[in-house]
């Protein structure tokens, strides 16, 4: 006897037809013998009705309330989908996330999973029943009625199979698994067999909406085997799967956020603290930040640029100004028209020519980039939002990934799949915790900078095509927001290739009519884990102790799974001991 937990998603039980339909798959299951657990969505858009609902009766409804409005989309459909197993001849039972026993911290309409009880549940399943759990929701310390952030009943979906130790998570939605991009956006996407844990967690993270990028965190910290499947049709899907053995891709797939928006504080003095206060007071407002990006400055002045999301910005702007008057920078530019693409791939951590290959795409559509950042398995790109179809598609297509077919194959994969909670989550206090495994030093880097490049589209391709010409191999790649139409590109290179790539900077620099100036030796810090991104908060704990011993941060990279900062050489020793002892990695 086998325990899954399924969830259907807002289409999938847009109405009584299609929850009928749903509960005919869950019925399935129980009837050859397995203990089944279902997750369901509101129906449709409910939850998007009921937003809009909330907004005819004021601007800025309180968030427990919103709450308490939200909440009740997924009540109807669990009852309706209960009855509906019922008169097929199943015992079931509906449970509210209360019911459940799902219990959350309290930041209303983007709470965190604190810990689940497992008793009723439990003792529902062993009585034979099929359990319809509310995605979505759950209930604080004093018994207020939260929610998980919108998307979050695949959260609700992997949080449960994971505490009830489930053989597998089946999600059902509106596709027929995770494709390359999403085909909404892209017609010639593909759909993939197989797509590893961190590559997902990425690709939702980044923009790819099919999948609550915290389920994927529980997926990783405790193990969860998951299929993607269509609710309409029958077929074999996309496993999600620890790592990406079999695939010989460098790119699995593109992913688009497109509400997103830059802030950039100009001329700020570039001194240890200054990134901290900014960075801090945006996290104490729960503003998550994306695409940090510091240039070299001149006359120790440097411009500090970020991404948040479009419904952060009034806020981050309201913060950012300030801070710019209390740090005593020169002000605060935005733009809200901005997307930012991704692509994301384990295989790109070896393969030739990545970079330069999305560069050059994104330069023949004519497209310009604004900024650039790249982790191990990801580049990203920030375009105008009107380009932001265009990049995807060119980047898409400059992978070979239009109607790719993916031969790798789950099955192997998922037989090993489930493992035991790592170590380190065995330490933390709430199940969705931020989780920090390690941190690391690598002095074994050297970093270059080009600065006065000139903003026009093609000047990356120009930049790491030369440099491929040159044969460096390229680590690190940060593109920071032009200023008075110049624009720079940092990146670090193996200390050993440094000689070989001062001619090839030097004839590149003058080609372009840029300089260049170069750092034989700097320390790189990568702290590893999982949840970085989401949880905001990391780059303050990040600069704080930093900032207190003295040490700037010249670059930084984040992904899910690992945040990169590179400091001076001399800090190097120094600020791992910090970073480890701000992190209790001791
Ligand atoms: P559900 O209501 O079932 O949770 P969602 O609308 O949240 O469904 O997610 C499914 C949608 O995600 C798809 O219809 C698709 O447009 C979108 N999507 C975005 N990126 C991808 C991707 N890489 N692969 C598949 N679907 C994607
Ligand atoms: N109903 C919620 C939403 O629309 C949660 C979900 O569907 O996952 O965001
Ligand atoms: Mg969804």
Do not use: W
């Amino acid at each position: 006897m086998a325990r899954v937990v399924q969830k259907f998603g807002g289409t999938s039980v847009a109405d009584p037809e299609k929850i009928l339909r749903a509960a005919k798959k869950a019925a399935r299951r129980h009837a050859a013998g397995d203990q089944v657990v279902v997750v369901v969505s509101a129906m449709g858009k409910q939850t998007d009705t009921l937003v809009h609902l909330a907004q005819q009766i004021t601007n800025s409804p309180s968030a427990r309330e919103m709450d308490m409005l939200l909440s009740t989309g997924e009540q109807v459909s669990v009852s309706l989908f209960a009855m509906a197993l019922q008169s097929m001849g199943h015992k079931a039972v509906s449970l509210t996330g209360g019911q459940v026993g799902i219990r959350t911290d309290s930041s209303h309409t983007k709470a965190r999973i604190q810990s689940i009880s497992t008793n009723h549940v439990s003792r529902i399943l062993d009585g034979g029943a099929i359990v319809i759990a509310a995605g979505f929701q759950g209930y604080d310390s004093d018994g207020n009625i939260t929610t998980l952030g919108r998307g979050g009943s695949d959260t609700t979906a992997v949080a449960l199979a994971a505490v009830l130790n489930a053989d597998c998570c089946e999600i059902y939605t509106d596709v027929d698994g995770i494709y390359t991009t999403d085909p909404r956006v892209h017609a010639n996407a593909a759909r993939l067999s197989t797509v590893s844990h961190d590559e997902m967690l990425e690709l939702a993270s980044l923009g790819a909406g099919v999948m609550h990028s915290r389920s994927i965190e529980f997926a990783k910290k405790f193990g969860v085997p998951i299929v993607v499947r269509s609710s309409f049709e029958d077929g074999p899907g996309t496993t999600i799967v620890p790592s990406q053995s079999s695939s010989q891709r460098a790119v699995s797939g593109v992913a688009l956020a497109r509400n997103e928006a830059r802030i950039t504080v100009e001329d700020v003095p570039d001194k240890p603290g200054a990134s901290h206060q900014l960075f801090a007071e945006l996290s104490s407002e729960g503003i998550a930040v994306d695409m940090i990006i510091q240039n070299a400055g001149s006359g120790g002045m440097a411009d500090i640029s970020f991404t948040v999301t479009d419904e952060n910005l009034d806020s981050a702007l309201r913060i950012s100004t300030t801070v710019a008057e209390s740090i005593e920078a020169a002000g605060v530019t935005h733009n809200a028209d901005v997307a930012k693409v991704s692509i994301v791939g384990v295989g790109m951590v070896g393969a030739e020519g990545v970079a330069a290959t999305l560069f050059q795409a994104i330069s023949a559509a004519g497209i310009n980039v604004h900024m650039i950042t790249t982790s191990e398995i990801k580049i990203s790109v920030l375009v105008d939002r009107v380009n932001a179809k265009k990049c995807v598609q060119a980047a898409h297509q400059a992978f070979n990934l239009d109607g790719f077919i993916d031969a790798s194959s789950p099955s192997e994969e998922i037989a090993t799949q489930k493992s035991d909670p790592l170590e380190v989550v065995r330490r933390l206090e709430g199940m969705e915790d931020l989780a920090i495994e390690d941190c690391q030093l690598d002095m074994s880097q050297a970093l270059v900078t080009f600065f006065n490049l000139p903003n026009t589209p093609g000047v990356a391709a120009d930049v790491f095509q030369a440099v491929g010409r040159a044969g460096l191999n390229v680590d690190m790649i940060v593109q920071s927001f032009p200023r008075n139409g110049r624009a720079e590109i940092s990146f670090t290179i193996p200390e050993s290739d440094r000689k070989q790539a001062l001619d090839a900077v030097r004839n590149i620099a003058s080609d372009l009519g840029a300089n260049a100036t170069d750092v034989p030796k700097v320390a790189k810090l990568s702290l590893t884990g999982i949840g970085i991104r989401s949880h905001a908060g990391v780059a303050d704990k990040l600069f704080a102790p930093l900032a207190d011993a003295g040490v700037n941060i010249d670059l930084i990279s984040t992904s899910e799974v690992r945040v990169n900062v590179i400091v001076s050489a001399e800090h190097g020793t120094n600020s791992l001991r910090i970073l480890r002892n701000a992190f209790e990695l001791e």
